[in-house]
């Protein structure tokens, strides 16, 4: 099946997923619950949930092993988002060409949406019927590690106090490997998790892949910033060049900066060539990376 029909398939498949759990707490403040579902239902492109189930293809995983984090991995991406966008952060007001969390409702909403999402992931791994508790626990671990100190919330602390600074090329890589590459390889890890055979050698060239793809969509985002427009974005263009951000066109260049992503695609697809057609879903999402307009 070609990679646009699957990714329809896995997006309606993790949609569905995310709006049970979120019925399941309609019992709450209703305007939260309504920035809630308005956070995860603007339009998203599921990169990660779809990792998640891409990789257990490549695996031969069932499908419904994978909802739960699927729906983890999107609910941690989009309560960072919510908080990325707030004013002591990036100060954004649009979002996928929506207005963002806090302009749509308010501040304090806005930061308890966050909240709110990111316990929400955990509770939807921890509840996971398909599971046994021997994979949940370690599925636990990776995402509050992606998304921690050590993971994301880290990273985006780096982004903050490097916005204005000079940085290397390694200390760009630090920063965004924590920022976005740790969602992301913890997305892959999350499906190969999913399988108490799955052996480790798979496990570290999915990881490798994953490390690979992480960087490629960062690289393609800098270029975004700056080649294409803010209705095609959805949010507002040359946002990184207004703050002054170290990017990797602005550290190697645009023609630079492309080098290097098809270089990581090609490590990408290096780390898969043991695997054999199951993985050329991958193979495409790698290619759809730095390829995409948005």
Same mark, same amino acid.
């Given at each position: 099946m070609p990679l646009k029909q699957l990714t329809q398939q896995y997006q309606q498949r993790v949609d569905?997923?995310?709006?049970?759990?979120?019925?399941?707490?309609?019992?709450?403040?209703?305007?939260?619950?309504?920035?809630?579902?308005?956070?995860?239902?603007?339009?998203?492109?599921?990169?990660?949930?779809l990792l998640v189930y891409l990789t257990g293809m490549a695996l031969n995983i069932a499908a419904e092993k994978q909802d739960a984090p699927a729906c983890a991995i999107e609910l941690i991406h989009c309560y960072s988002l919510v908080h990325d966008?707030?004013?002591?952060?990036? %100060? @954004?007001? +649009?979002?996928?060409?929506?207005? /963002?969390?806090?302009?749509?409702?308010s501040e304090a909403t806005a930061l308890l949406t966050g909240d709110a999402l990111q316990t929400l992931a955990f509770t939807a791994l921890s509840q996971n019927p398909h599971l046994d508790d021997s994979l949940i626990v370690p599925m636990i671990r990776v995402l509050a590690h992606a998304s921690g100190a050590a993971g994301m919330a880290g990273g985006q602390a780096l982004d903050l106090s490097a916005t204005g600074k000079n940085l290397s090329l390694q200390q760009l890589k630090i920063m965004h490997e924590h920022k976005t590459g740790?969602?992301?390889?913890?997305?892959?890890?999350?499906g190969a998790?999913?399988?108490?055979?799955?052996?480790?050698?798979?496990f570290e060239a999915l990881?490798?892949?994953?490390?690979?793809?992480?960087?490629?969509?960062?690289?393609? %985002? @800098?270029? +975004?910033?700056?080649?294409?427009? /803010?209705?095609?974005?959805?949010?507002?263009?040359?946002?990184?060049?207004?703050?002054?951000?170290?990017?990797?066109?602005?550290?190697?260049?645009?023609?630079?900066?492309?080098?290097?992503a098809r270089e990581c695609h090609h490590n990408a697809l290096d780390s898969l060539s043991h695997f054999d057609q199951h993985a050329d879903p991958l193979r495409c999402l790698s290619e759809y990376i730095i390829t995409r307009d948005h």
């Open positions: 569905q997923a995310l709006e049970q759990l979120l019925n399941n707490t309609s019992n709450i403040a209703d305007e939260l619950h309504q920035a809630m579902h308005y956070s995860l239902f603007n339009g998203g492109k599921r990169v990660r949930p966008d707030m004013p002591a952060m990036d %100060d @954004d007001d +649009l979002r996928r060409g929506q207005p /963002t969390c806090h302009k749509q409702f740790a969602l992301i390889r913890a997305s892959v890890q999350l998790l999913c399988s108490a055979n799955t052996r480790s050698a798979d990881d490798h892949y994953a490390e690979n793809i992480g960087l490629s969509f960062q690289i393609k %985002d @800098d270029i +975004l910033d700056i080649e294409a427009d /803010t209705q095609t974005l959805g949010k507002q263009q040359g946002a990184d060049i207004n703050l002054n951000k170290a990017t990797y066109p602005s550290l190697l260049g645009l023609d630079g900066a492309k080098k290097m």
